[in-house]
């Protein structure tokens, strides 16, 4: 049901825990499941994120999302984290089962909302970041039109 790299993020998770003074960070959840995401950023002054960190509450799936989420963005710039899509945190870890998708929407959504967080602190835009939703069925609603 799950690949190995899901396995393995879910019961090795990288970059759990929470950040002292971060650049930014983005919470958002799911109503219907319940899982939680919180991702934090520490962004320098060029615009790179040195480190991320999570701290998820949910499904085995939102952790391994979470995780793996964080080793896309880091080392990455503020504009390449943007472009860190929920089908390429699927792709990275090999695949999640139908029913777990919106697992990677989330983390998806916390990098933006983290982002966000790290344009309004720092009084400036990030060209195509939109402002954050705070529970991702508000994005699901929006698809099925």
């Known amino acids: 049901m799950y690949s190995e790299k899901v396995m393995d993020h879910f019961q090795n998770p990288r970059n ?4 002292e003074n971060p650049s930014g960070v983005g919470t ?3 109503a219907k499941c319940g899982d939680i995401m919180r991702m934090y ?9 040195k480190e991320a960190k999570f701290k998820t509450f949910g499904c085995g799936a939102a ?3 979470s995780s793996m ?8 710039t503020v504009q390449e984290a943007l472009e860190v899509t929920n089908k390429a945190v699927m792709e990275a870890l090999d695949g999640l089962p139908p029913v777990k998708v919106h697992c990677s929407l989330l983390a998806e959504q916390a990098i933006h909302a983290a982002l966000w967080d790290y344009a309004q602190k720092n009084g400036i835009k ?11 069925e508000e994005l699901e609603e929006e698809e099925e039109y």
Request: glycine share 14%; net charge negative.
């Open 63 to 65: 952790v391994a999302t």
């Open 41 to 49: 950023l520490d962004i320098d002054e060029n615009g790179i994120i």
């Open 28 to 30: 958002v959840g799911n």
């Open 69 to 76: 989420a964080t080793e896309l963005v880091a080392g990455k």
């Open 126 to 136: 990030i060209e195509g970041l939109e402002p954050p939703v705070n529970d991702i």
């Open 16 to 19: 759990v825990g929470e950040m």
